[in-house]
């Protein structure tokens, strides 16, 4: 259990994609959270489109916003039934429904006719129990699961379970086979939303890249914090180098050296040489380096622009980490390593003038923008985010 370690958090990721030809999903979920509780409510809308929109959209802000008010499970999903849309033509005012509330390193997972949610223990399924009541003829499934570090939780919708119907899987991607499919991934090493990614594209593999349902996958991880050190510029007085990298260096977490002007200085302060990494780089981004002690050693501006577009593609569309994946450039690398691994960044910012910058378009300015952006992409991902300027 977990319960106060602040060495752990709540990490969580998704991905979700549309029925082919349909522009809105039918999907919507919702976070409310606050410093001691989360919670996520997963809703799919009958049908697909617009109207499925409204609905999963209406289910999962109505659910969410009163059971954070502590009012009473029957009553939300009563008040839900009661303030649905009719469907015209079906006569029906209908969305499934996953809620995950996480208090205090314990779950509470309410399912009503949503694929049931996977949870994995060090790699492979926990069975967990749940009671059965019944509100307005709606079979509800309560449980409750005392949380561990490294324990994963999986919500899907059933777009993902009937991925591939008379395609590559006839009878859909069912449930055993999906459970087996994480088993075999090697989990602990994998962000919530790589986990995400993977039974997505897998989803859209067996249905040939062209889904018949709306498919999305939310994911939770209870894991340990990865802090990473980045050192971006010189600091601005020369006489204060041993000072600020004597900082850089004492604090815990995988560092970072950005700039060759920077590097140079690291590597005059560890007495260690900076070699090259020949070929490590491609025609956009230049080749990374090396110096005993230093995690990662990039060069600076180019390097840093790269990544931000990296990661507000990432931001866009949460697959996007799979191609990252591909790529082996300096970008991608270190894109990845803020993504996947860092839970808190601490930004350390050189105000040092480069002259290797004058007279182009690479100013101060230019390099403390990229540098804000870098931030604001990275807090929006859930990270927690210190600039420090040195």
């Known amino acids: 259990m977990y319960e106060n370690d602040e060495s752990l958090i709540i990490e969580t990721g998704y991905t979700s994609i549309n029925k082919h030809s349909e522009t809105l999903c039918g999907d919507w979920f919702k976070v409310f959270e606050n410093t001691d509780r989360k919670i996520i409510v997963l809703s799919d809308g009958l049908g697909s489109g617009v109207k499925a929109n409204i609905l999963s959209t209406l289910t999962s802000t109505i659910l969410g916003t009163m059971l954070s008010k502590n009012m009473p499970l029957d009553e939300c999903i009563e008040t839900v039934a009661t303030a649905l849309p009719m469907c015209k033509e079906r006569r029906l005012a209908y969305s499934t429904f996953t809620v995950l509330e996480i208090t205090n390193g314990q779950a509470y997972l309410v399912q009503y006719d949503n694929p049931s949610a996977i949870i994995l223990r060090e790699g492979k399924r926990l069975s967990y129990n749940y009671n059965v009541h019944f509100v307005n003829e709606k079979e509800i499934h309560e449980s409750r699961i005392i949380l561990q570090k490294d324990d994963i939780i999986v919500l899907m919708t059933d777009g993902v379970t009937n991925a591939g119907i008379g395609k590559l899987a ?73 000072k600020v990298l004597k900082l850089f260096f004492s604090k815990n977490g995988k560092t970072v050296i950005c700039g060759g002007s920077t590097a140079s200085v690291v590597s005059k302060y560890l007495k260690k040489p900076m070699r090259v990494i020949q070929d490590s780089g491609n025609e956009e981004v230049p080749d990374m380096a090396s110096i005993e002690g230093v995690d990662y050693v990039t060069e600076g501006i180019i390097t840093l622009k790269k990544v931000v577009e990296l990661i507000l593609e990432f931001s866009k569309n ?20 803020l993504i996947e691994e860092a839970t808190d960044v601490n930004i350390y910012f050189g105000m040092s003038e480069n002259v290797a910058h004058q007279g182009t378009d690479i100013d101060f300015d230019t390099k403390l923008a990229l540098i804000k952006q870098l931030e604001e992409c990275l807090n929006k991902m859930g990270k927690s985010v210190k600039t420090s300027f040195c």
């Open 170 to 242: 006839k009878n859909g991607w069912q449930h055993p086979e999906i459970i087996a499919f994480l088993e075999r991934l090697d989990t602990k090493q994998m962000s919530a939303s790589h986990i995400a990614a993977q039974i997505v594209n897998c989803s859209l593999t067996l249905s040939e890249d062209s889904l018949d349902d709306d498919a999305t996958v939310f994911v939770v991880k209870v894991r340990s914090r990865e802090v990473v050190n980045m050192l971006v510029g010189p600091p601005e007085n020369k006489e204060d180098d041993n």
């Open 318 to 337: 949460q697959m996007y980490c799979l191609n990252i994946f591909k790529s082996k450039d300096p970008a991608s690398v270190l894109a990845l390593l």
